[in-house]
């Protein structure tokens, strides 16, 4: 168990705003709170994005991965609920590609805890009751720069570097890992609206699989697509306004 909540939120109040609703967001396999220091920076000041920190991630390398999945959950919501209990602004949660599941996750346990999000968000992963197509790390560490270039996230000159496969292939494999290793168990959310999100370019993932998420979550799911690749919600303009008029909704603005 962690010992407080800043370990998990390295940008904290990073972009000068306190905004009026704050939205935790996870982000892809390999990936760390930096990635969404972009939308971080651009985005309306009424909105507070807060980028969650995984162990053994960016800030937090020299910490050992969670390899279990509620262990991984429980600590998420306890840093998030630890920092909501300082303030009565509504949260949402955003999670892109593996980020999807655990904010789905996330979302879940909240829902148990008695202190739901208002709202989910959910890009570049299909539901999660269906088969993902692509790499699986069953496969072997040797096959995932392909799969990374297929991505269209990183330039073939980073992925070919030694630098790439010395540090980030590593953090990258135990990621699929994790995701490899999670179950689904016929889980609804019950009470967080859910909004989805998927890339035009995206090779894995469409419309039919992010409308798919409506089998685990009551009152249905809203599904727009957002031009770019799997990685769109990093800087796409679209995404973000989508993002300010859901936090728009949650305000009752």
């Known amino acids: 168990m962690i010992s407080g909540p800043y370990p998990f939120f390295p940008f904290l109040n990073c972009n000068g ?7 935790y967001c996870f982000n892809h396999a390999g990936g760390s709170a930096s990635s969404y220091y972009h939308l971080m ?3 309306s000041g009424a909105v507070e994005i807060v980028p969650v920190e995984l162990a053994g991630h960016g800030s937090r390398m020299d910490e050992p991965f969670e390899r279990d999945w509620d262990s991984l959950v429980n600590d998420c919501c306890y840093a998030v609920l630890q920092l909501q209990s300082a303030s009565k602004k509504p949260f949402v949660l955003l999670g892109c ?5 655990i904010a789905f996750r996330c979302a879940l346990r909240l829902e148990k805890l008695g202190t739901p999000a208002q709202r989910l968000i959910l890009c570049a992963h299909s539901a999660p009751q269906l088969s993902v197509p692509g790499y699986k790390s069953s496969m072997g560490i040797e096959m995932l720069p392909e799969e990374v270039m297929k991505l269209g996230g990183l330039s073939e000159e980073l992925i070919r570097s030694e630098e790439f496969h ?15 290793s999670f179950k689904y168990q016929g889980e609804r959310l019950m009470k ?3 909004d989805s999100f998927y890339g035009s370019d995206d090779i894995y993932f469409g419309r ?8 685990a979550v009551e009152g249905g799911v809203s599904c727009t697509e957002i031009e770019g690749n799997h990685f769109f919600a990093y800087n796409s303009e679209k995404f973000q306004n989508e993002l300010e008029r859901i936090c728009l909704i949650v305000t009752n603005k």
Do not use: C
């Open 166 to 180: 010395k540090y980030f292939l590593p953090i990258i494999f135990l990621d699929y890992q994790l995701h490899d």
């Open 97 to 101: 590609s593996l980020g999807a599941l």
């Open 208 to 215: 039919d699989s992010m409308l798919a998420w409506s089998s």
């Open 41 to 43: 920076k651009n985005i």
């Open 192 to 194: 967080t609206p859910v």
């Open 17 to 23: 705003s306190d905004g009026e609703v704050r939205v």
